[in-house]
């Protein structure tokens, strides 16, 4: 079984050293309450039942499925942590469910899938539904007791959603008539909700054409009676449920409708923005998903590498009383050790500092403070979901190499990490489409007002950096990294404009470029919050977070120069090749 402990010391030093959660979102009107006596109260209960409760049926809900913990997450009130108080939630902030989420991920991720979706569905109607909608479904989908699903993709299309068939058809009642087949629907079909309530793309007839068509549709399992109870079957049913590399306990489904029942939100033809607050929520949490999957890996392969016996250390034996050392004391042990806890650490720091935006831009009094913050959020999203699991993928791999061929077999629990975590880079928009989100839309959009709210904050930090000694190992890497971020974008931008192939030739290695200055700006701020507590540091945390910002910018940062090479390397080495010759 992998170990894990959720990470509460590094996560309270990123809240109130680094990020100062007091101040930046304790003071947001509505989260006066939470304070950070709540806020570590909350922490730690949520850390004991995800240790206690949800790791230990991780193995076990692979194969069998967690109906009972799923009743008792509800119970305990995590579904509507920060869902709307007006409708039985707790209304805390979103950087504590941020938190949560990646607490979750850690534990068990199938699990995680269920709650997930019904957050995100709860969030589309608050923002979109009528208040008859709202107060239709909103009490008992922030209960748990209703769960929640996003129906985009169907059989012959997935990004390209203008493709879509699926057909609504006013029965005269206000209500309307859904025919279609969804395909890859997570949780689309279980027994552990009362009801199940589906937000379906489908089309009105005579639409417009493509994505300007669409319109988002209420569509629940079991139709609702005026006193709120469940009624009768609507004609939605599932296919098949598919057979998966990972994930396996969340049930990935075919969902066919049949005339099925069904009640439209907000105006016609405009679901896909409706449907694009879910899908943005849910980007953010399939990028926690990887650090949380990531974030496991590492404690199980740094528990295994002290305790595994094998070989001795290349300077001579360092336990000279045991018949071999701890693989730990291998250099290549130790390199991937620490690139999965600087990739960690890192993207858990951009976690939060985001997270933190997500509050400024829902709660703030100053509209350009929340036009800001909303900006940064947008800026960072396809960042945050294609790098965090393009790393998980990478970490969890990681950790198998450290376990060795004991982490091939299913007894340590290794393989499934590799496994869940794969389909994190594909879902909710493959990764190329994140990175063509960026550099297509988020790069130019307001006349790159978008990247204004990241470049301008590290630009000043690096000024004020580079006059104090003891920053310079961090900052000169960081201003380096920085520069040519800052000439990939102006290129990108010029030769973009051009001809769109250079742009997207561009994408994904303008995407990591960017992540890792953004996690170089993070490490350089962690290093120099924990530079100043050295003095004080029984733990220790300070000295190895500093120590692992060295190996960040010494080993990993450099990876940086490579993406901006691929860059400037142009579209040619992708499109000169004839497509009959691959």
């Not at 730690?44 to 967690?66: H, I, T, W």
């Not at 997270?355 to 400024?360: E, F, N, Q, S």
């Not at 800001?372 to 790393?391: G, N, Q, S, Y």
């Not at 700006?521 to 060295?550: C, I, N, Q």
């Amino acid at each position: 079984m992998v170990s894990y402990k959720a990470p509460l010391d590094d996560i309270r030093f990123l809240l109130y050293d680094l990020l100062d959660y007091e101040g930046q979102v304790g003071a947001l009107p509505g989260c006066e309450e939470a304070s950070r006596d709540l806020v570590d109260a909350v922490l730690e209960e949520g850390a004991k039942f995800c240790e206690n409760e949800l790791l230990p049926l991780n193995r076990s809900g692979d194969e069998e499925g967690f109906k009972e913990l799923y009743e008792a997450f509800c119970e305990a009130g995590w579904n509507g942590l920060s869902l709307d108080p007006d409708y039985g939630g707790q209304g805390l902030p979103k950087t504590l469910q941020f938190v949560m989420t990646e607490l979750i991920c850690s534990s068990n991720i199938s699990f995680g899938m269920y709650p997930g979706l019904t957050h995100g569905a709860c969030n589309a109607l608050e923002l979109h539904g009528s208040d008859e909608q709202k107060q239709a479904f909103l009490p008992n989908m922030t209960h748990g007791r209703w769960s929640g699903t996003m129906c985009l993709t169907e059989p012959h299309c997935g990004t390209d959603l203008g493709l879509i068939r699926t057909k609504a058809e006013p029965a005269g009642d206000g209500s309307y008539k859904i025919t279609g087949t969804k395909i890859f629907i997570s949780a689309g079909e279980h027994d552990m909700a009362e009801n199940i309530v589906h937000l379906v793309l489908a089309k009105l007839p005579a639409a417009p054409e493509g994505s300007k068509g669409i319109s988002l549709f209420i569509v629940p399992k079991f139709l609702v009676k005026e006193d709120g109870s469940l009624g009768a079957r609507n004609g939605v049913a599932c296919g098949s449920i598919e057979h998966k590399m990972g994930i396996k306990a969340s049930s990935t489904c075919v969902m066919n409708f049949d005339e099925a029942e069904g009640y439209l939100v907000g105006a016609p033809h405009s679901g896909m923005a409706k449907m694009f607050t879910m899908m943005n929520v849910a980007r953010l949490d399939v990028g926690i998903q990887g650090l949380g999957l990531a974030e496991t890996a590492y404690q199980s392969a740094a528990a295994y590498a002290k305790e595994r016996l094998q070989g001795r250390a290349l300077t001579g034996a360092q336990h000279p009383d045991k018949p071999a050392d701890p693989i730990i004391v291998h250099p290549d042990v130790r390199k991937n050790l620490l690139t999965m806890r600087a990739l960690n650490e890192g993207a858990r720091a951009l976690a939060l500092w985001v997270a933190i935006a997500v509050d400024i831009a829902e709660k703030h009094p100053d509209a350009a403070a929340r036009q800001e913050a909303d900006d940064l959020v947008a800026l960072m999203t396809p960042i945050i979901k294609a790098f965090f699991t393009d790393a998980g993928f990478e970490v969890t791999n990681l950790g198998m190499q450290v376990f060795g061929g004991h982490g091939y077999i299913r007894e340590h629990g290794m393989e499934q990490l590799v496994r869940d975590a794969r389909i994190a880079q594909i879902y909710e928009g493959a990764n190329g489409i994140q990175a063509l989100d960026l550099v297509g839309r988020k790069l130019g959009q307001n006349m790159g007002r978008l990247l204004r709210r990241f470049f301008h904050p590290v630009q000043a930090y690096v000024e004020t950096g580079m006059e104090q000694p003891e920053l310079a190992e961090f900052v000169a890497p960081l201003a380096k990294s920085l520069s040519r971020l800052q000439q990939a974008t102006l290129w990108i931008g010029q030769q973009g404009l051009k001809d769109p192939e250079e742009a997207g030739a561009a994408a994904t290695d303008y995407l990591n470029l960017f992540a890792y200055t953004a996690l170089a700006y993070l490490w350089t701020r962690m290093a120099e919050t924990s530079l100043a507590k050295l003095d004080d540091d029984p733990t220790g945390f300070h000295g190895a977070k500093v120590a692992t910002a060295r190996f960040f910018f010494q080993r990993l940062l450099p990876r940086s120069s490579g993406h901006f090479a691929a860059i400037m390397a142009g579209k040619a080495p992708l499109m000169e090749m004839k497509e009959a010759a691959f």
